[in-house]
């Protein structure tokens, strides 16, 4: 297929490992298959000090201690540089976009861009379209976050987003909100970072072993459980990206390659988190995971189309089952299905870039 030039919108400049590898996976995806992919570099003030405020404290309303706030501070400083090196466009104002440069194709996503309910970037039109400079739009891997199916989506935006020439999202909700808003049943598809793994550059013996902790706000009986076993199993428990009181050691401040590594090291992964479940899928780790009604709908959705439903775990869920979880390689069917789903994934964008 002709090489074209595309630009790729999605929250590329957040403080959280998932929206900086879903985005850079997708723009080096395209880039590896010959095309001028870059970054849309949107860029706005109130978001900036919005995203930073959030990731000095994460905890909120739990007050962030100073020594951890340093830290916090750190893990900004290292997203800053990595932000730097991505392929990015030159810089447009996300409220007025008319700056921007034009492509044969911008494509949507992935995260939540269409999120209403986000505390920044809800309902903001840009990601639904308008005033983009392309001949061509398209969605990949896009999500409503939680806004939910009974929620709705209000005609304008609909509208908006029957302009796509295709649509594809990562989750079931997302799915049924465009079917039922827009008339069209977009493809499923998978996250950037399962379709284009993030390269694995693990450091021996740093992590061996561990498992890492990956979220924050774990409810209480997720921390006692996860403790409990790792007391019994003789495991220590490493908390990458955020401060959690109850595992042995704090890795607050590592940056996104760094991140990456620990994953692709660690003997398990516990999470909250959607991505902390997608790079145990692509490292082929034990993990677990607990869902809360902000991240059901993706999480849900993604451990419905491996199969790993089984992984998800509430304070039900016996300490037996902990165990198995946490000691046991994935499931044969795991590994199937995401490789049926890589085709079909591949697939959709074929059509996208033809």
Same mark, same amino acid.
């Given at each position: 297929?002709? #090489?074209?030039?595309?630009?790729?919108?999605? *929250?590329?400049?957040?403080?959280?490992?998932?929206?900086?590898?879903? #985005?850079?996976?997708?723009?080096?995806?395209?880039?590896?298959?010959?095309?001028?992919?870059?970054?849309?570099?949107?860029?706005?003030?109130?978001?900036?000090?919005?995203?930073?405020?959030?990731?000095? #404290?994460?905890?909120?309303?739990?007050?962030?201690?100073?020594?951890?706030?340093?830290?916090?501070? #750190? %893990?900004? /400083? $290292?997203?800053?540089?990595?932000?730097?090196?991505?392929?990015?466009?030159?810089?447009? /104002?996300?409220? /007025?976009?008319?700056?921007?440069?034009?492509?044969?194709?911008?494509?949507? +996503?992935?995260?939540?861009?269409?999120?209403?309910?986000?505390?920044?970037?809800?309902?903001?039109?840009?990601?639904?379209?308008?005033?983009? %400079?392309?001949?061509?739009?398209?969605?990949?891997?896009?999500?409503?976050?939680?806004?939910?199916?009974?929620?709705?989506?209000?005609?304008?935006?609909?509208?908006?987003?029957?302009?796509?020439?295709?649509?594809?999202?990562?989750?079931?909700?997302?799915?049924?909100?465009?079917?039922?808003?827009?008339?069209?049943?977009?493809?499923?598809?998978?996250?950037?970072?399962?379709?284009?793994?993030?390269?694995?550059?693990?450091?021996?013996?740093?992590?061996?072993?561990?498992?890492?902790?990956?979220?924050?706000? *774990?409810?209480?009986?997720?921390?006692?459980?996860?403790?409990?076993?790792?007391? !019994?199993?003789?495991?220590?428990?490493? =908390?990458?990206?955020?401060?959690?009181?109850?595992?042995?050691?704090? $890795?607050? /401040?590592?940056?996104?390659?760094?991140?990456?590594?620990?994953?692709? +090291?660690?003997?398990?992964?516990?999470?909250?988190?959607?991505?902390?479940?997608?790079?145990?899928?692509?490292?082929?780790?034990?993990?677990?995971?607990?869902? =809360?009604?902000?991240?059901?709908?993706?999480?849900?959705?993604?451990?419905?189309?491996?199969?790993?439903?089984?992984?998800?775990?509430?304070?039900?869920?016996?300490?037996?089952?902990?165990?198995?979880?946490? !000691?046991?390689?994935?499931?044969?069917?795991?590994?199937?299905?995401?490789?049926?789903?890589?085709? $079909? =994934?591949?697939?959709?964008?074929?059509?996208?870039?033809?």
């Amino acid at each position: 297929m002709p #090489a074209q030039k595309i630009g790729v919108l999605t *929250f590329h400049r957040c403080i959280n490992y998932g929206s900086y590898w879903q #985005a850079r996976r997708l723009v080096e995806g395209l880039r590896e298959a010959g095309h001028d992919a870059v970054l849309l570099d949107h860029a706005s003030p109130r978001v900036d000090r919005a995203e930073w405020r959030c990731a000095l #404290a994460p905890h909120l309303p739990a007050p962030t201690a100073k020594s951890e706030r340093r830290l916090y501070r #750190a %893990k900004i /400083d $290292r997203f800053r540089a990595a932000f730097a090196a991505l392929p990015l466009s030159p810089p447009f /104002d996300l409220d /007025d976009p008319a700056g921007m440069e034009a492509y044969d194709l911008v494509i949507v +996503g992935s995260d939540e861009v269409w999120n209403l309910r986000h505390p920044w970037y809800g309902r903001h039109r840009l990601f639904f379209g308008e005033g983009l %400079k392309a001949r061509r739009l398209a969605s990949y891997a896009a999500s409503f976050g939680n806004h939910d199916i009974q929620d709705g989506l209000d005609g304008q935006l609909a509208r908006d987003l029957d302009d796509f020439a295709h649509i594809s999202v990562r989750d079931a909700n997302s799915r049924a909100l465009v079917e039922h808003s827009v008339g069209r049943a977009p493809e499923l598809v998978l996250d950037p970072c399962l379709q284009f793994p993030p390269p694995a550059r693990a450091s021996p013996g740093e992590v061996d072993d561990a498992v890492v902790i990956y979220g924050h706000s *774990f409810p209480a009986w997720f921390q006692r459980a996860i403790r409990r076993w790792a007391t !019994e199993r003789g495991r220590r428990l490493v =908390s990458v990206g955020y401060h959690n009181a109850w595992a042995d050691e704090q $890795r607050i /401040d590592v940056d996104p390659d760094s991140f990456a590594g620990l994953m692709a +090291g660690a003997a398990a992964v516990a999470t909250t988190f959607f991505h902390g479940c997608v790079f145990a899928l692509v490292n082929a780790k034990p993990f677990i995971c607990a869902t =809360s009604p902000y991240r059901a709908n993706k999480i849900t959705a993604l451990a419905a189309t491996l199969g790993a439903e089984r992984h998800l775990v509430d304070e039900t869920t016996p300490p037996a089952t902990y165990h198995a979880l946490l !000691e046991t390689p994935l499931e044969t069917g795991i590994h199937q299905r995401l490789s049926r789903m890589r085709t $079909r =994934s591949q697939r959709y964008l074929d059509a996208v870039l033809a």
